[in-house]
């Protein structure tokens, strides 16, 4: 089973408007962190925002924020005013603990290509 | 100053010959990671390090091996390449306590199988 699935292929975006990115995530974890990162044309992974699971508050980044629903196990990326500049593909990814190495490896959603329009 | 680099960033190699990619950092973190990213697939882990000479299986690493001989090093090596390790490689690099912000990932690497 995928345990990040990211369901929109694409989406676009009118200039200064928002728009939301579907992230959802199985895991029987109690301790695990979500993430958003943004990779341009030029192929660089950037970081946007993280989400631990002890978290209370949704976390904000500037104009990006996440909208944490536990119970329905999703982590959608908010992006508010929207930029030309924002265009690229966004990556959802979970962190699961790791008894053994005391850390976690990141699993990937397959990626939304956010294209934002004049 | 990016903290991790990788080499080469491009490579075409002939099908079945072996080929050596190559992470490098300069933030003494433990825990260094092999990703694969191919279209509809996102990024796949293939291998990861949680300290020298320590290493294990992603859920990719059929027909990769690594090595980490020195904290800073951490290699990949494709024995005998195939036309389905045509791919985009990225390192990645973590440490414990560095919060969310905890993973840099390398430029990547660009391998083309012929």
């Known amino acids: 089973a995928q345990k990040i699935t990211q369901t929109q292929p694409g989406m676009f975006v009118q200039e200064k408007e928002a728009v939301t990115l579907d992230c959802t995530y199985d895991?029987?974890?109690?301790?695990?962190?979500l993430f958003w990162y943004k990779q341009p044309s030029s192929g660089e992974m950037i970081f946007l925002i993280y989400?631990?699971?002890?978290?209370?508050q949704n976390a904000t980044e500037g104009r990006y924020s996440l909208n944490f629903q536990k119970a329905r196990k999703s982590a959608n990326l908010v992006i508010s005013a929207s930029q030309l500049g924002d265009s690229a593909m966004y990556f959802c990814?979970?962190?699961?603990?790791?008894?053994?190495?005391?850390?976690?490896?990141?699993?990937f959603g397959q990626g939304t290509i956010l294209t934002v329009h004049p | 100053d990016a903290g991790i680099t990788q080499s080469p960033r491009h490579k075409v190699t002939e099908t079945g010959t072996p080929v050596t990619l190559r992470c490098h950092q300069t933030?003494?973190?433990?825990?260094m990671y092999w990703y694969r990213q191919d279209p509809g697939h996102g990024l796949r882990l293939i291998h990861y390090?949680?300290?020298?000479?320590?290493?294990d299986k992603g859920e990719v690493s059929d027909g990769y091996s690594v090595s980490r001989s020195k904290t800073e090093d951490f290699l990949l090596t494709l024995e005998s390449a195939t036309s389905s390790q045509t791919s985009v490689y990225f390192c990645?690099?973590?440490?414990?306590?560095?919060?969310?912000?905890?993973?840099?990932f390398g430029s990547g690497t660009r391998l083309t199988v012929v």
């Open positions: 390090s949680y300290g020298v000479k320590d290493t």
């Open positions: 895991t029987s974890d109690q301790s695990y962190g």
């Open positions: 990645a690099i973590s440490e414990v306590g560095q919060g969310g912000r905890g993973y840099t």
């Open positions: 989400q631990g699971s002890y978290d209370e």
């Open positions: 990814a979970m962190r699961e603990r790791e008894v053994r190495t005391s850390y976690g490896k990141l699993t």
């Open positions: 933030e003494n973190h433990r825990y």
